[in-house]
Each structure stands twice: as structure tokens, then as C-alpha cells.
């Protein structure tokens, strides 16, 4: 079956530690993206990537990083400069001009 | 810049009742419209799009969504919810002079009254 996969569903870290996480897909989309959902405040945009070793920043890219080296897989990096990581992060792909976007099952990061 | 309103934050609403959700969006130039549906604890999933041709788009679980070029919205209506319709919902749109992401609304939480 086609789709995206995040791991780990939970993630708990001590602050001031790096965490890395997940996101495969294999539907072979070209956009990947990563949001940050926090309650009240909807989806907000952290980084974006169009093609392959390329990507841009979104709304909230203070305190991420992130790579692209595969066209499947689009990996997330909480850096300790981030001031407040505990938060729910989906992933998601689309392709074409239409932008519908499919998502993962989000990963849950809380930070002790 | 392109904006998505989801007026209300939270809609409750007894079981069987119709709803609505409401939904603006801030450019009148082409655009693609999209409602998702978040259950607790998932991502999101795609419920309905317009593209083009009909106004009016259904889902397969009863929802259906109009959109209006003239009001710019794309409201979301059910005549009849279920408990299992308890979920969040988010408004998006995808302007098609910028093609490189879409922008979502804040979201509404819809819960359902026994």
C-alpha cells in the first residue's frame, strides 16, 4: 500500500538533547513538508522540500533542520535551539499542481 | 498573500442535527479548495476538493462542501451528524499562482452531543 510512515508515534527527549525524526514516503511525490500542529493553532509550516537535495524554509524553520538526499525521504532534526519542541509534527507529500497533500500519522514529541 | 478563516474554533452540535463549518479564504483568483478531517491522535485526512466544473463537491460519508467565487468561501455541511463525525476539521487552499504549498485554517473542533 502506498503512504507515509512517521516513527516513532511518541518520542520523549531531555531538553537540550537533538532529536531526529522520521518521514518515508513511497508514493513517489516530489514536495514533502513538515508541520507543527499545537492546540488552537492549526498546521503551521516548518520547512518544505520541491525536488531531491533541495528545500526551503516555511513559517516556524527556527530551532529545525533538514535534509533530502532521497526522493522518499524528507527526516526532521529538533535542535535544542528550538525554545519549545513539545508539540505534535506531521509530515506530509503531494504531487502536480493541484497541491492535495497526504499525510502521515504525525509523531508526538514531548520534551522533559 | 493567500489566508484561510475557519470562523469558529468549536461547534457543538447533537446527534442528527445538520452542520456547518464555515470557511473563507482571502484572494478571489483561481484557487484550489480542500477540507481535511483530523481524528484525535492521527494526521490528516483528505474529505472533499474542489478543483473545478461543479460548485458543489460531496464526500463519501455524507459531507458536502459549496464552493462560492463571489462570497469566497467554501462552507462545509452535513444534514444529518454521528457521533463517529467527532474530529477536527481544516479548511485549506491552494493558490494556483503560487505553486509550492497550500494554507490551512486554524481548524474546527466539531463535537457531537448525545
Known amino acids: 500500500d502506498g503512504g507515509i510512515t512517521q516513527s516513532p508515534k511518541y518520542l520523549f527527549r531531555k531538553e537540550g538533547q537533538n532529536v531526529t525524526l522520521s518521514c518515508e514516503q513511497n508514493?513517489?511525490?516530489?514536495?514533502m513538508y513538515w508541520y507543527r500542529q499545537d492546540p488552537g493553532q492549526g498546521l503551521r509550516l516548518i520547512y518544505y522540500s520541491q525536488i531531491v537535495n533541495d528545500f526551503q524554509k516555511g513559517d516556524i524553520a527556527e530551532g529545525y533542520s533538514v535534509s533530502r538526499e532521497k526522493k522518499e525521504s524528507f527526516p526532521l532534526t529538533v535542535t535544542s535551539a528550538q525554545k519549545n519542541p513539545t508539540a505534535f509534527y506531521l509530515c506530509?507529500?503531494?504531487?502536480?499542481?493541484?497541491?492535495?497533500?497526504?499525510f502521515g500519522p504525525g509523531t508526538r514529541l514531548t520534551v522533559l | 498573500a493567500q489566508s484561510v478563516t475557519q470562523l469558529d474554533s468549536q461547534v457543538p452540535v447533537f446527534e442528527e442535527a445538520p452542520v456547518e463549518l464555515r470557511c473563507n479564504y482571502s484572494s478571489s483568483v483561481s484557487v484550489y479548495l480542500f477540507w481535511y478531517v483530523q481524528y484525535p491522535n492521527q494526521g490528516l485526512q483528505l474529505l472533499l476538493k474542489y478543483l473545478s466544473g461543479s460548485t458543489l463537491v460531496e464526500s463519501i460519508n455524507g459531507f458536502e462542501a459549496e464552493f462560492n467565487k463571489s462570497q469566497t468561501s467554501f462552507h462545509l455541511r452535513k444534514p444529518s451528524v454521528h457521533i463517529s463525525d467527532t474530529a477536527e476539521y481544516f479548511c485549506?487552499?491552494?493558490?494556483?499562482?503560487?505553486?509550492?504549498?497550500?494554507?490551512f485554517g486554524k481548524g474546527t473542533r466539531l463535537h457531537i452531543l448525545p
Open positions: 506530509a507529500s503531494s504531487q502536480g499542481r493541484y497541491n492535495e497533500q497526504f
Open positions: 485549506a487552499v491552494s493558490d494556483l499562482n503560487r505553486d509550492d504549498k497550500i494554507i
Open positions: 508514493l513517489n511525490h516530489d514536495a
